[in-house]
T-cell receptor, first 114, second 116 residues
Framework: AQSVAQPEDQVNVAEGNPLTVKCTYSVSGNPYLFWYVQYPNRGLQFLLK??????LVKGSYGFEAEFNKSQTSFHLKKPSALVSDSALYFCAVSAPNQGGKLIFGQGTELSVKP | DTGVSQDPRHKITKRGQNVTFRCDPISEHNRLYWYRQTLGQGPEFLTYFQNEAQLEKSRLLSDRFSAERPKGSFSTLEIQRTEQGDSAMYLC??????????????FGPGTRLTVL
């Protein structure tokens, strides 16, 4: 069965410092991996995805993520956090040829303090 | 606005009543998904459509739930005989639907259901 784990319920970072939000997954075959962000009272917004190729993918708002097949991880990173990055972040996985249905992690609340 | 829209945004109902939600996807998108999100959890897949065909239903979707997508455009999700456990945010998403599942999905703002 497919699953996604986000081991940290909350991540606290000072503005200007690098941030990492962790994600590990379990899926048969080669996965498609996604990060979404959810701001209060707004819908989920797509940040980035890994399909194939370069393990480091770049996305919106300066975020990037690194795919590590041996560790089955897809951690979200940003070199310098902004207060406006504070939000709820979800990692998701889909398996090929399953219609694109997403399996989400439980989410990580990112708090960036000035 | 050309994004995914959902109606209503909020619905309060009494236990045992029926409710229906509507989702309008991005116009050229062939795939439409329904998810449910409860507080402190990630969204859970309920069902999806490729054009007008409903291709998969989660075991979470009991027989009180039914979804349709007539003519492959908007979709409705109906819950019959609502229970307090149905209280959640119901999310709709759409994607182009031309690949095996590698496309990003675009989410609507959700319908928050409260069952009293």
């Amino acid at each position: 069965a497919q699953s996604v784990a986000q081991p940290e319920d909350q991540v606290n970072v000072a503005e200007g410092n690098p941030l990492t939000v962790k994600c590990t997954y379990s899926v048969s075959g080669n996965p498609y991996l996604f990060w979404y962000v959810q701001y209060p009272n707004r819908g989920l917004q797509f940040l980035l995805k890994y399909i194939t190729g370069d393990n480091l993918v770049k996305g919106s708002y300066g975020f990037e993520a690194e795919f590590n097949k041996s560790q089955t991880s897809f951690h979200l990173k940003k070199p310098s956090a902004l207060v406006s990055d504070s939000a709820l972040y979800f990692c998701a996985v889909s398996a090929p040829n399953q219609g694109g249905k997403l399996i989400f992690g439980q989410g990580t609340e990112l708090s960036v303090k000035p | 606005d050309t994004g995914v829209s959902q109606d209503p945004r909020h619905k309060i109902t009494k236990r045992g009543q029926n409710v229906t939600f509507r989702c309008d996807p991005i116009s050229e998108h062939n795939r439409l998904y329904w998810y449910r999100q409860t507080l402190g959890q990630g969204p859970e897949f309920l069902t999806y459509f490729q054009n007008e065909a409903q291709l998969e239903k989660s075991r979470l979707l009991s027989d009180r739930f039914s979804a349709e997508r007539p003519k492959g455009s908007f979709s409705t999700l109906e819950i019959q005989r609502t229970e307090q456990g149905d209280s959640a945010m119901y999310l709709c998403a759409s994607s182009l639907g031309v690949t095996s599942g590698s496309e990003e999905q675009f989410f609507g703002p959700g319908t928050r259901l409260t069952v009293l």
